[in-house]
């Protein structure tokens, strides 16, 4: 069974910062991509950023500049460190993992997600 365990959501100011966490066995985090994912209310999920075992990055334009994905192989964690937060930041956040695809990559095994709330 896979297990993606999120951290570190909440509620935070617009322009503040959060920093998510992902962790999950070996495995997982050294054989796939790793990535985020949100939904906001009556809205369809989204792709945030991904990050393949190389360290290649790639990010949605909403999070460009302001959000960057990155891994640590000692903790078998992926992070995503978000700044300058807006109100339409405001989502279910999930951590998921994958192969690569173009459409939807990084999305074979989702974790339960994790709510980030950013106040105007």
């Known amino acids: 069974q896979v297990k993606l365990m999120e951290s570190g959501g909440g509620l935070v100011q617009t322009g503040g910062s959060l920093r998510l966490s992902c962790s999950t066995s070996r495995s997982i985090f050294e054989g796939l991509t790793m990535g985020w994912y949100r939904q906001a209310p009556g809205q369809q999920r989204e792709l945030v950023a991904t990050?393949?075992?190389?360290?290649?990055?790639n990010y949605a334009d909403s999070a460009k500049g302001r959000f960057t994905i990155s891994r640590d192989g000692a903790k078998n964690t992926v992070y995503l460190q978000m700044n300058s937060l807006k109100p339409e930041d405001s989502a279910h956040y999930y951590c998921t993992a994958g192969v690569w695809r173009p459409a939807r990559p990084a999305s074979d095994y989702w974790g339960q997600g994790i709510q980030v709330t950013v106040s105007s």
């Open positions: 990050i393949n075992n190389a360290g290649s990055t």
